[in-house]
């Protein structure tokens, strides 16, 4: 209310008399007002009940509704760092072996060194991966320039980048983002002269390298040096006809073989020989081991990251000799029991008139010459890496194929014949590329397209990516790394998911029950029993503490929520009731000797150790102790969670008993206000005319003042004439 200042009506006696009687005619104003902030904080604490009712609805709802947690599942990998699983609530519980032996990867190409001022002409540059093309329109320039046009056009296929191999050399690493074998690298048109400008591919040749024969005697070595290093990147396959021999035929057939000039025969010094043609059919021919005896270092060290190999100065350490490979037996894939160096866990495909088992019996039965041959590869770094053993009988060829991919870079092949009778032969020696895209091979593959490859459960898969989502239905696999033996996966419930949301139940819960206390309750210890509550909350809580005491709607609430979370229910076709005691939750879930004042309020406990138990154990009668259906119409029609929601979905939503109190509350704080704003206006005209009364009365009083004024002075003025 606005003062009103009237002349003549100061601030003395008349200004405190009338502020004393407005000060009477305001209490029934006070009063209404003080009725609006109690019906504020009331209304407040409804839609407070509300929201944490409508909290506990939802969450209840969720542990019997079509996305319910039990059916949740979790997978596991036995190798996390190899390959790792993530399966669909849609997933089977299953178990299952896998053993990764490639990764899917995409092509990656690396030039030869190119110079800081290297300009790429102009023209149409044309990259190809499987089906997709990815064509450049290049106005010439420099090579980073080139790099960065390459790269925005190519976005997720095609990646080209500037790789430094030494201080001062730089090399273009074409790399395709697209793995598996249907999505080789390829170049056409401008794009293939820049590759064999750069010497990034080159012309495709089927044979990397021929040998017509190898034969070795009985109890003898030989050794047949490849005429360069056979890299694991480039994807070649080493195949031969091995057959066991009488020594007389195998030394006539090698002779045959021999040239006559331009080399030298396959020789025998001591135990070892060493013999190689090339693909041009020219023979290079060195011994195992030179006149000194030491053996001969061909390759440097090196570092190799990312697909790209920096070669270091050459070494001048001697590296051991590969003879006897006996001396060096190999250990197997556990680490504990030694291997013959002729075994292997690498594969090979063999070829012949019959198995090795059947080839031996028929020669123990007729007599006939039958034998074993143990083959090795020898590393860059001398170490000899055993193949598979060969179990040979006479007249009997066998065609063997190796992927060399397995192996990793190497430089030689070791035979040892360990028969003592016959010879053991080698026949029509091939190093074979895989078929070329467009009839070019890369010079310095950082890596070549390739499928992924595995065993699961022991049958052989292959897949063009390393995520894999065909292979069990709601479960997708990736791939990391090969694995060295053959590792698990599973799928399982989730318990974790499952016990999270039963938690997050009986958090909603205690929430509403305090709520419920608070606000119908005077007794402050309510609020200090709550630790989890924050500095604002409790102001809060405090401002609303027994703003609805004694109310029969929400105490009668408290109770029916406090009975159906302790009744029993049929859970489970067993037919057996169970009670939320039984999976540990209850009011006093904890053993404790005395009583516990917060334990009478209707909170629930939880016994996390027997609630995962029993997840564990009887996942399917926990499920349906929260929901399930009792009449067989596929709908779930009983549970403690089924009867919560049913109780409180008459106190929820827009027409719902909360929802009718609120809005009752809201009238009254409409017309109290009404009132207040009703009362306010009488109140400033009461002391309008309170003024007003009162400023007349004081003109009137001066007025006679004056004339009493007059009157004494005219009498005085009489007196002082007489």
């Not at 005077?522 to 609805?548: F, H, M, R, V």
């Not at 719902?656 to 009488?682: C, H, L, M, P």
């Amino acid at each position: 209310m606005s003062d009103v200042r009237i002349p003549g009506v100061g601030a003395g006696k008349y200004d405190n008399l009338i502020q004393s009687l407005m000060k009477k005619e305001r209490i029934p104003r006070d009063n209404a007002a003080a009725k609006v902030k109690v019906y504020e904080v009331q209304n407040n604490a409804l839609k407070d009940v509300e929201r944490y009712a409508r909290d506990l609805r939802d969450a209840v709802k969720g542990l019997y509704s079509f996305n319910n947690p039990f059916a949740e599942k979790e997978a596991h990998s036995s190798n996390e760092r190899a390959f790792t699983v993530d399966a669909t609530r849609d997933a089977a519980e299953q178990n299952h072996t896998l053993r990764v032996k490639d990764i899917a990867q995409g092509d990656a190409f690396l030039s030869d060194p190119l110079p800081a001022d290297f300009r790429v002409p102009s023209g149409t540059y044309t990259f190809c991966i499987g089906e997709k093309k990815i064509c450049v329109s290049w106005k010439g320039g420099h090579y980073r320039d080139f790099i960065r046009a390459v790269n925005k056009q190519g976005k997720d296929s095609l990646t080209l980048s500037e790789i430094k191999t030494s201080g001062a050399s730089r090399a273009l690493l074409f790399r395709s983002e697209l793995t598996g074998k249907s999505n080789r690298l390829s170049f056409e048109d401008a794009a293939l002269d820049l590759a064999l400008r750069l010497r990034v591919v080159q012309e495709a040749r089927s044979d990397v390298f021929t040998q017509d024969v190898l034969s070795v005697g009985p109890g003898k070595h030989a050794r047949l040096d490849f005429p360069h290093p056979l890299r694991a990147q480039a994807g070649l396959t080493l195949e031969f006809v091995a057959s066991l021999e009488g020594a007389s035929t195998a030394n006539e057939e090698s002779r045959a073989h021999t040239p006559a000039q331009g080399g030298a025969p396959t020789s025998s010094h001591g135990n070892t020989a060493s013999a190689a043609h090339n693909q041009d059919g020219a023979a290079a021919v060195r011994p195992t081991e030179p006149a000194n005896g030491a053996p001969v270092q061909e390759e440097t060290s090196s570092v190799f990251f990312e697909g790209v190999t920096v070669k270091n100065e050459a070494s001048q350490g001697d590296l051991p000799t590969t003879d006897g490979l006996e001396k060096y037996p190999a250990v197997d894939d556990k680490g504990d029991n030694p291997r013959a160096p002729g075994e292997s866990q690498g594969t090979a495909t063999h070829e012949g008139s019959g198995s090795s088992t059947d080839n031996a019996d028929d020669t123990r039965s007729t007599g006939a010459l039958a034998g074993s041959g143990k083959l090795a590869l020898e590393s860059l770094q001398g170490h000899a890496l055993p193949l598979p053993p060969l179990v040979l009988t006479q007249n009997a060829p066998q065609m063997v194929s190796i992927p060399l991919r397995e192996y990793g870079d190497v430089r030689a092949l070791i035979l040892d014949n360990a028969q003592a009778r016959g010879a053991l032969t080698l026949r029509a020696i091939r190093v074979r590329a895989e078929d070329a895209p467009g009839g070019y091979v890369p010079v310095n593959p950082a890596s070549q397209a390739q499928d992924a490859a595995f065993d699961f459960d022991g049958v052989h898969v292959t897949r063009g990516t390393n995520s894999i989502t065909d292979l069990i239905p709601g479960v997708t696999l990736s791939l990391h790394e090969r694995t060295e033996k053959t590792e698990t996966l599973s799928v399982t419930p989730d318990v974790n998911a499952m016990k999270n949301a039963i938690i997050e139940f009986v958090a909603k819960y205690n929430r509403l029950m305090a709520e419920i206390n608070i606000v119908t309750s005077n007794k402050s210890a309510i609020i200090d029993e709550l630790a989890y509550l924050t500095p604002e909350e409790k102001k809060k809580e405090t401002e609303q503490l027994g703003s609805l005491h004694g109310d029969s709607t929400l105490l009668m609430l408290k109770d029916r929520l406090r009975r159906n979370t302790s009744n029993a229910y049929r859970a489970g076709d067993d037919g057996a009731s169970r009670t939320l005691a039984h999976i540990g939750i209850s009011t006093k879930a904890h053993a404790s000797s005395g009583i516990n004042t917060a334990q009478l309020r209707g909170y629930l406990e939880i016994d996390e150790e027997k609630l995962h138990s029993s997840l564990n154990a009887q996942k399917d009668q926990v499920r349906a102790l929260f929901g399930h259906d009792s009449d067989g119409d596929l709908l779930v029609d009983n549970g403690v969670a089924f009867t919560l929601t049913e109780l409180l979905n008459p106190y929820l939503g827009r027409s719902g008993i909360f929802a009718i109190r609120s809005n009752g509350v809201d009238e009254r704080i409409k017309s109290t206000e009404k009132r207040v704003e009703t009362y306010d206006k009488q109140l400033e005209k009461k002391e309008r005319e309170l003024r007003h009364k009162y400023h007349t009365m004081d003109g009137a009083l001066r007025s006679l003042q004056k004339q009493s004024d007059a009157i004494q002075n005219f009498n005085q003025s009489v007196r002082n004439r007489n």
